[in-house]
């Protein structure tokens, strides 16, 4: 059985919510502010966080930060009734795996849930392409089977997201991805103005991995396009 906590101050919300998720064969808690939900995702593991924006004692924003720094493989999904681009770019970059707007169906919520779940129980296709399972780029070792990233023998927390979008350009190196590519192959996502998400996790990936942040080894621009992954790595 899946486990799910949610963090939303409508009861009437968490209840509909919880009905549902329950068919989908969840043991499901819920958490009326930021710090009570906090406290329950340090106690207990989660496979997913609904997570409202506009919560009490801690705003939903920073709770996702605290969460994805706190669990990087945690799945995370944002419902907010702030509607804006703006926002939904926001909440993707602080690092939810998405993010659905009030109101929604019950039909629109249980199939982004699902695709969330699929995504976390089978390979993507950048992984179910990859000719090896285990790769070696000199200090750097990439093992897909068990989601694992080591550099020089430590490990990399990677968030799934960055996993994913890391294995798509490692799994083939020297091809060029448009930021709109990547969105789409990595988050699901084709829609102009959301790209800002693809380079804040490439940020992100950069600080991870790079030895030296003015001259990137591994994870290389090109220009007018978008990233690759340097082929003589």
Same mark, same amino acid.
């Given at each position: 059985?899946? #486990? ?5 101050? $409508? ?9 549902? %998720?329950? =068919? ?41 930060? @605290?969460? @994805? ?15 804006? *681009? ?8 602080? !690092?939810? $795996? =998405? ?20 995504? @976390? *129980? ?6 179910? *392409? ?9 200090? %750097?070792?990439? =093992?897909?089977? #068990? ?5 020089? !023998? &430590?490990?990399?927390? %990677? ?8 294995? %798509?350009? &490692?799994?083939?190196? !020297?091809?060029? /991805?448009?930021?709109? @590519?990547?969105? +789409?192959?990595?988050?699901? /996502? $084709? ?7 693809? +380079? ?9 991995? *790079?030895?030296?942040?003015? #001259?990137?080894? /591994? ?6 396009? !978008? ?7």
């Amino acid at each position: 059985m899946r #486990k799910v906590l949610i963090v939303e101050d $409508d009861v009437h919300i968490v209840g509909l919510l919880g009905i549902h %998720l329950q =068919d989908l064969n969840c043991g499901v808690v819920f958490a009326t502010n930021g710090l009570e939900g906090l406290e329950m995702a340090l106690s207990q593991p989660f496979d997913l966080v609904i997570l409202d924006v506009m919560i009490q004692s801690m705003n939903g924003l920073e709770l996702c930060r @605290r969460f @994805r720094a706190e669990f990087p493989k945690i799945h995370i999904l944002i419902i907010s009734a702030k509607t804006g *681009e703006i926002d939904k770019v926001l909440g993707l970059e602080t !690092g939810a $795996d =998405d993010y659905i707007t009030k109101p929604f169906g019950i039909r629109e919520f249980i199939a982004r849930v699902n695709v969330i779940f699929r995504r @976390r *129980e089978i390979s993507m296709t950048p992984m179910e *392409e990859a000719k090896n399972t285990f790769i070696r780029y000199g200090d %750097l070792e990439i =093992d897909i089977e #068990k989601r694992k990233i080591s550099l020089q !023998g &430590a490990r990399i927390e %990677l968030s799934p997201k960055e996993f994913e979008l890391f294995v %798509l350009m &490692a799994t083939n190196p !020297g091809k060029s /991805y448009s930021r709109k @590519r990547l969105l +789409n192959l990595v988050w699901g /996502y $084709d829609f102009d103005g959301y790209e800002h998400t693809v +380079n804040s996790h490439i940020n992100r990936l950069r600080n991870k991995i *790079e030895p030296d942040l003015s #001259k990137p080894k /591994y994870i290389l621009t090109t220009w007018g396009i !978008g990233y690759r992954f340097n082929e003589e790595a």
